[in-house]
């Protein structure tokens, strides 16, 4: 996901002594089938692992369609599993990614009607085999997905508000807070609760994924059910839930109210997450606590009214969240100027299709000078 291909390599680098590269949305490593395994229960910003068969230049769709008939693809399935493909092109060559698709499929079938005479079926809703072509002007890469459905898709978000987080870029956000896990969070407008489930799943250790998921690679010739089950225990061992320190949400809504506790509750975190309804602006004082929220933002809403909305939540951020870190989403650039907050750091994030920016700010009792000069003699630095 735009915005997130460095904190995912850090989370790849922490599963893995191989060297990862990054790319525009996507990093790129070497592995082994553990650590493709690994990777798709523990990963909390990928939406998909992929694994490249090959790569190779083309000057039109008759050689895109000899490149994908040469692969072997009876050694990776057979006639009696289903198949898909997805595609996606930024090419001037190609313009179409359902035609790339569709020439895709027809190399494929066509290699294993003149081998055994007959043909595998196109599933394009639950196939037992996925295959990703990607194509970046003359340069093809095809790759199967071992992830299934996308692995934003956590299985625990069952009821939504409008335009909810993605729990991908809900995950993405605690972890480039650089929040330790230990100290309390607050999401003051808490929507579906998707900020609050990712920052407990992480505090306490918690795959980002069910454990019995279905993941793709689960319905490959090759897969390891000895090994899948090794990978599964380990993580059972490794959660650990009380360490997850005093994690809250608010929202004036009683719908999103209802909806995040649902939603808490299938992730099997109501023990852990207090919700309560209570406008963000008759909240009581906090300290030293973490936020982290994307106001939400009515399209009906006039753009005087946006603004002001921001200006009010800046001098609340003011007035009652003393020594606390207060980080925001928004798709607003304008609005989100009119905090009256001056930002200490600003990272581009991709909300959906939105371009957005999200912004930290520092909340102090006194002044920041008065801040530093009070560390400085305690010497704390």
């Known amino acids: 996901m735009e915005g997130l291909e460095n904190v995912l390599k850090t989370e790849l680098q922490s599963i893995t002594d191989e060297p990862v590269t990054v790319l525009k949305r996507a990093v790129l490593c070497e592995g082994n089938k553990q650590l493709l395994y690994t990777a798709n229960l523990h990963l909390r910003t990928a939406l998909k692992v992929l694994v490249i068969l090959q790569e190779f230049t083309v000057r039109d769709e008759k050689d895109l369609y000899e490149q994908v008939k040469k692969i072997k693809w009876e050694d ?14 930024n090419s001037s060559i190609f313009r179409h990614s359902n035609y790339i698709a569709l020439k895709t499929k027809d190399a494929i079938v066509d290699r294993f009607r003149q081998r055994t005479g007959d043909r595998p079926n196109v599933d394009t809703t639950n ?17 199967i997905d071992s992830s299934g ?5 956590r299985g625990y978000r069952t009821e939504q508000v409008a335009a909810p987080l ?16 230990k100290t309390p969070l607050t999401d003051p407008m808490c929507g579906s609760g998707t900020i609050l489930c990712e920052a407990a799943k992480i505090a306490g250790n918690i795959p980002p994924q069910k454990l019995d998921r279905d993941f793709a690679f689960k319905k490959w010739k090759n897969f390891d059910s000895v090994l899948w089950n090794d990978i599964i225990n380990e993580a059972q061992k490794r959660i650990n839930y009380d360490s997850i320190p005093e994690i809250k949400g608010f929202d004036i809504s009683s719908n999103a109210v209802k909806i995040s506790k649902i939603n808490i509750e299938n992730a099997g975190l109501s023990e852990y997450i207090q919700i309560e309804e209570e406008d963000f602006f008759y909240q009581d004082d906090f300290e030293n606590t973490t936020l982290i929220f994307n106001p939400p933002y009515d399209g009906r809403m006039k753009e005087s009214d946006i603004l002001v909305f921001y200006k009010d939540i800046g001098d609340k951020l003011k007035r009652a969240f003393k020594d606390c870190t207060a980080w925001i989403l928004s798709a607003h650039l304008d609005a989100i100027k009119n905090l009256g907050l001056r930002a200490s750091s600003k990272i581009k994030l991709l909300n959906g299709e939105l371009p957005s920016l999200f912004c930290k700010y520092e909340m102090y009792s006194g002044s920041k000078k008065q801040k530093w000069q009070t560390n400085e003699s305690s010497g704390d630095h």
Do not use: C, Q
């Open 166 to 181: 993605n729990e991908v870029l809900a995950a993405g956000m605690v972890l480039l807070s650089e929040w330790n896990g």
């Open 76 to 89: 990776y399935f057979g006639l009696n599993e289903t198949f898909a493909i997805d595609s996606v092109v």
């Open 149 to 153: 459905k996308s692995l934003h898709m």
């Open 127 to 143: 196939p037992d085999f996925r295959i990703n072509v990607h194509i970046r002007e003359e340069i093809v890469t095809v790759s």
